[in-house]
């Protein structure tokens, strides 16, 4: 059976700290890794990552894939109020379908 | 706004009733993706249709059913309703169904069975 396992499950911080999340996955068919921020709803996507070794960027926020060891980071540097939320990884499983296995997420608290 | 269309927001109905979940992808999406979010059980894929047709499953009950209309747009029946299928659910689309298109989630529908 498929598996995404994140860590850690909730993380406090203060503004301006660095964090780094975690993913470790067994996929079958693994395709990509996907990072997603749910706030109140709906996850809304951040990153999509396909080889090991190259980082994505967007902002303070960045993403790297370890295909080798399975697992996945998301770095947040000088964090900020806004950046609350609950963080989700997903294996995507590819062949022809798409089905993404999610981990339960990390929820991440940013205080003043 | 992710262009992803979910109705009802929020629906509280009866153990053993029945609903319908209505979903409209984003324009020229033709893969819809449906998913529960419970709090013990996080995001769980439920089913994929791509172009009206079923592409994958995944932990749906047999209670459960879906489809995708012509016009792309995709329902998500539950019947015989119990407590524990209140839940989150997610509607979500991508271009195609393959690696390369991300996927984006529509804002959900909140079902409470009472």
């Known amino acids: 059976e498929d598996k995404v396992v994140q860590s850690p499950l909730s993380l406090v911080v203060h503004e301006g700290d660095t964090v780094t999340l975690n993913c470790s996955y067994e996929?079958?068919?693994?395709?990509?890794l996907l990072w997603y921020k749910q706030e109140k709803k709906a996850p809304t996507f951040l990153f999509m990552l396909?080889?090991?070794?190259i980082e994505k960027k967007s902002g303070r926020l960045s993403s790297i894939l370890d295909k080798k060891e399975l697992f996945s980071i998301l770095n947040i540097t000088a964090t900020q109020t806004g950046d609350s939320a609950v963080y989700l990884c997903a294996g995507g499983e590819g062949a022809g379908s798409y089905q993404l296995t999610f981990g339960k997420g990390t929820k991440l608290s940013v205080i003043p | 706004d992710s262009g992803v269309t979910q109705t009802p927001k929020h629906l509280i109905t009866a153990t053993g009733q029945r609903v319908t979940l209505r979903c409209s992808p984003r324009s020229g999406d033709l893969s819809v993706y449906w998913y529960q979010q419970s709090l013990d059980q996080g995001l769980q894929f439920l089913i994929q249709?791509?172009?009206?047709?079923?592409?994958a499953k995944g932990n749906i009950l047999e209670r459960f059913s879906a489809q995708q209309f012509p016009d792309l747009h995709s329902e998500l029946n539950l019947s015989s309703l119990e407590l524990g299928d209140s839940a989150l659910y997610f509607c979500?689309?991508?271009?195609?169904?393959?690696?390369?298109?991300?996927?984006?989630f529509g804002e959900g529908s909140w079902l409470t069975v009472v």
């Open positions: 996929v079958t068919n693994f395709r990509s």
């Open positions: 396909t080889s090991s070794g």
């Open positions: 249709y791509y172009n009206g047709e079923e592409r």
């Open positions: 979500a689309s991508s271009a195609q169904g393959v690696l390369g298109n991300t996927i984006y």
